[in-house]
């Protein structure tokens, strides 16, 4: 009997291959890995963004309300501010934003552009999620959107707030009150389904 080292390198897909140099057919390897469960309907997703965040310490503060407004109407995924520290001691606010791949430069420069900034810095994030959708829950004061998000086969919903502020403006009745009401609708409705 020969005797080898040999190098196993086990592929994704459960193929395994031996990195060695033996002549071909000399040695032959079947692994056989158990089968998976499917993911289920609610798996969470992963993917990758790019985000883009500057401090400023020198700016208006009522600008950054516009700001905000301005990089989600442009396509941001997301955009938010924290406070920040900076050198001899200054308060000052990062923004921060998510985009995806594609719109790096254009929104970079929206952030050159509305702000006070000197420079943009640029990193990419890996995100895992939950699986989302839209509903609506039919309320005593009207419809009112709900985001939806799918964790291990249940759904879990928030009322949209501009649906909320609208109605409650509306009616003449305290937003929370739309609030609760919307999330007993939905609850309903999906005890009915």
């Known amino acids: 009997m020969k005797t080898f080292r040999a190098h196993a390198v086990v592929a994704p897909d459960g193929r395994m291959t031996l990195q060695t140099p033996l002549p071909p057919g000399e040695v032959e390897v079947i692994v056989t890995l158990p089968e998976q469960a499917p993911p289920s309907r609610s798996a969470p997703e992963q993917d990758t963004v790019v985000v883009l965040e500057t401090n400023i310490d020198d700016m208006n503060p009522e600008v950054y309300g516009y700001l905000i ?3 989600l109407a442009s396509g941001a995924k997301d955009a938010y501010l924290t406070p920040v520290i900076m050198k001899k001691g200054r308060p000052g606010v ?3 934003v998510l985009v995806d791949q594609a719109d790096t430069e254009r929104i970079a420069r929206l952030l050159t552009e509305e702000t006070t900034t000197l420079g943009v810095r640029i990193s990419h994030a890996d995100r895992y999620k939950l699986r989302r959708s839209a509903g609506t829950a039919d309320t005593a004061f009207g419809p009112v959107r709900m985001k939806v998000a799918e964790r291990n086969d249940r759904r879990q919903a928030t009322p949209e707030y501009d649906d909320c502020a609208r ?12 609030y609760a009401a919307a999330q007993r609708a939905w609850e309903e409705q999906e005890k009915e389904q």
């Open 69 to 71: 407004d301005r990089l």
């Open 167 to 178: 109605l409650a403006l509306e009616r003449g009745v305290p937003i929370l009150d739309v």
């Open 94 to 96: 990062m923004v921060s």
